[in-house]
Nanobody, 111 residues
Framework: QVQLVESGGGLVQPGGSLRLSCAASHSLFRLLPVGWYREAPGKQREMVANITSGGSTNYADSVKGRFTISRDNAKKTVDLQMNSLKTEDTAVYYC?????WGQGTQVTVST
């Protein structure tokens, strides 16, 4: 059974930073693309960023220049560094390694 365990969410003021981390138990992690998604209240789940096995990255337009995705294949982790956070970034963030999802971690950006 593959597990994805997210950590690092919390409450931050606008303009602040948070770093999310996802630890995966998949034995072939190093060969697979992995991504971060988010789901805000009343909205559909959307892709935030993803990274291929070779390290190529892709970002939603709304987070380009503010968020950075990275992976450590030896540790089987994928991180999401979030800077210059905005209130509209408030959501539950999920780690996704097809077809598996983590349990989600809440990110709240508020004064």
């Amino acid at each position: 059974q593959v597990q994805l365990v997210e950590s690092g969410g919390g409450l931050v003021q606008p303009g602040g930073s948070l770093r999310l981390s996802c630890a995966a138990s998949h034995s072939l992690f190093r060969l697979l693309p992995v991504g971060w998604y988010r789901e805000a209240p009343g909205k559909q789940r959307e892709m935030v960023a993803n990274i291929t096995s070779g390290g190529s990255t892709n970002y939603a337009d709304s987070v380009k220049g503010r968020f950075t995705i990275s992976r450590d294949n030896a540790k089987k982790t994928v991180d999401l560094q979030m800077n210059s956070l905005k209130t509209e970034d408030t959501a539950v963030y999920y780690c996704h390694l097809v077809p598996y999802w983590g349990q989600g971690t809440q990110v709240t950006v508020s004064t």
